[in-house]
Each structure stands twice: as C-alpha cells, then as structure tokens.
C-alpha cells in the first residue's frame, strides 16, 4: 500500500516511437510538498515524461500512479487533481487574459465564474484590463499559463518549462509565485528546465535526465554539497568567528579547515551580510571569496557535453 504522501510514482516508465526510445524505463517518485525540478538538455525526454505523466501519451511499458491510483480510470480521476503547462496553451490573440480563461473554463468545464478572478488574482494578472494577449510580455503568457493550469485548484502543477526565455527579472518573479503557490497552497510540482541555475532556490529535489535516462536524482541539499560551492573565510579568531555566524545564521552549514579557514556551504548569496557581521564585531577579516565549481559546469560534468542544445 503506498503512502499518502506520495503524489506520484514512476516504475519502469518508458516510451518509444518505432525503434527510437525517448524515455527509457524511469522510476521516481515525488513527495507532497516536493518541487522537484526536471532537468535535462533540449531533447533529453522531459517533455516526453511530462506527457506521459499528464496523459498526452501514452507509456510503452511501466506502471505510473497518480494520488495513489493507477487504473486508466483511476488515472483519469487523478488528472482532475492536476494542473498542467505542458506545450504552450493556445490562447486567443485579441481576446483579454480574462476572456482568455473564461474561455477554457466553459471548454473545460469547470464550474464557477469567480474561478478566472481567483486565478488571475493568484497570478497577478488582475489589472490587465483590456489589453490583448498578444500585446502581452513573455512573463505575462507564462503567468497566463499558469492561471490556466490553477483554474481547478490543483493539488500538483506539472510545468514544462515555465521559466525559458524569461529575462533575469521575470526569472525571479516566476520563481516568487510557484514558490508562493508551493508555501501556501502546498501546491506540489513537477517543472522542467534546460538551465540548472533557473531551478536553484525552487526545486527541492532536482532530477537529471540525458538522452532519455535519468542519470540522476539528489535533493537541493545534496546538490548544495556536491558541486562544491562554498564561501572562503580567513579571519584572525576562526572559532570566534564560527560562534558568532551561528547565531546570526541559524542555518549555516560551515567546516574550519586545517588551514584554519572557514568554508560556509550554505551562505553564497549572502556574503555582504556575512563581513557585516564579522567586522561589526570585531573579528579580523583577511579574505573572502567564493569558491568551487559553476553550477551549469557541473551540470555539464553529470550529464556531458555542451552546457545546451
Ligand atoms: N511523436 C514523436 N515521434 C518520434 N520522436 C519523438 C516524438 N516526440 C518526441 N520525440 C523524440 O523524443 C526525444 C525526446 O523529446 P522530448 O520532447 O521529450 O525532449 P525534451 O527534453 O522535452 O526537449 P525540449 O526541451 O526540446 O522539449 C527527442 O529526440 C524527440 O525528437
């Protein structure tokens, strides 16, 4: 008997066109509350394994169970529970973003007319007006998007891509909602990517796949820890030092090396606020750098080759 805490589990999953295989047998499975983060190069079968999991195709082999379901008629029921993105929504050019999901409201169904208000409102597309989805900015469509797949209360968002070709402020803004919609609303998620730094500081579990295998799965943590990025500290009372960024960062994961350096593991967007501290209390600070391994390199060095398609 599976747990209730599983939204979904992959056994074996695997997909094939003719001879050609674009998703070998993949087995995963997502936590609730996880947003696990999908990753692979242009073509590696993420959107294969999205469609495979929201129902656009169909799997060669394997077994894949949704909300504890795994019949068609089970799955199907469980899709209900589900809001996807999975190749771009076709909106309507001149209509507004809100005749836009009053129109696949009605197409799909869903019953209630306040559910455009609520999800335009949680995607903070409330004040567009009249203007037209195509005068709209590539960050408005993805939160149109998003809207769509929110209009049925989802308990998981499955997203391909939701973060490609964003600018770097889009970037933020995009990431801010699903994270929001994650902490609020417990929402779990499954969403694709080609650019590993686009998913840190969403993703809780990242998942690696490459030429239709997934090479591998680690959580935020593991990831943190393994590409071996870390701040570099030289300072004149290292034990000192190391108690007093303890109390001002209850999180930091640190080690004093035999050099009597201070590596943090966990603090790299913060290394303003850590000399702040240091010097506001006196500890002597020689040097501080960042260190280790980019994450797109290291990304490179798990799945190879270019850094894209
Ligand atoms: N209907 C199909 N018939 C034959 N081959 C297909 C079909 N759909 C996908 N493929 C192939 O399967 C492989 C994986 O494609 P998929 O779309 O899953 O990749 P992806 O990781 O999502 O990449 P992208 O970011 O470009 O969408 C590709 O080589 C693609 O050409």
Do not use: W
């Not at 840190?200 to 799965?217: C, E, H, N, P, W």
Request: charged share 20%; aromatic share 6%.
């Amino acid at each position: 008997m599976m747990s209730n805490n599983i939204i979904l589990a992959a056994q074996s999953l695997n997909k094939t066109y003719g001879s050609f295989t674009a998703l070998h047998p993949t087995t995963l499975s997502i936590a609730k509350g996880e947003i696990l983060g999908l990753v692979g190069k242009n073509g590696a079968g993420k959107t294969t394994l999205l469609k495979l999991i929201t129902g656009q195709c169909l799997p060669t082999g394997g077994e894949l169970t949704l909300f504890s379901e795994t019949t068609p008629e089970g799955l199907r029921q469980a899709r209900q529970r589900m809001g996807a993105i999975v190749e771009t929504p076709c909106f309507y050019r001149d209509m507004t973003a809100r005749q836009n999901l009053e129109y696949y409201r009605i197409q799909r169904g869903i019953p209630g007319k306040e559910r455009v208000e609520a999800a335009l409102h949680e995607v903070g597309l409330r004040d567009t007006g009249s203007k037209k989805f195509r005068d709209f900015s590539l960050g408005m469509k993805q939160r149109l998007g998003l809207a769509l797949a929110l209009m049925n209360h989802p308990d998981f968002l499955v997203l391909d891509e939701p973060i490609n070709g964003l600018d770097p402020l889009g970037i933020v803004e995009i990431r801010e909602l699903l994270l929001t919609l994650n902490r609020e609303k417990q929402i779990t998620m499954l969403i694709s990517g080609h650019v590993l730094a686009e998913m840190q500081s969403l993703a809780t579990t990242y998942a690696f796949i490459d030429g239709g295998r997934m090479i591998k799965t680690m959580t935020a943590r593991q990831l943190e820890e393994s590409y071996g990025h870390y701040l570099r500290l030289v300072v004149d009372r290292e034990t000192g030092a190391a108690a007093l960024l303890e109390r001002h960062f209850p999180d930091i994961r640190y080690s004093i090396q035999p050099d009597k350096s201070v590596h943090i593991y966990n603090l790299q967007g913060q290394a303003d606020e850590v000399t702040r501290v240091l010097v506001g209390n006196h500890i002597r600070l020689y040097s501080l750098e960042n260190r280790g391994t980019n994450l797109e390199d290291y990304f490179v060095s798990l799945v190879g080759g270019s850094k894209d398609v």
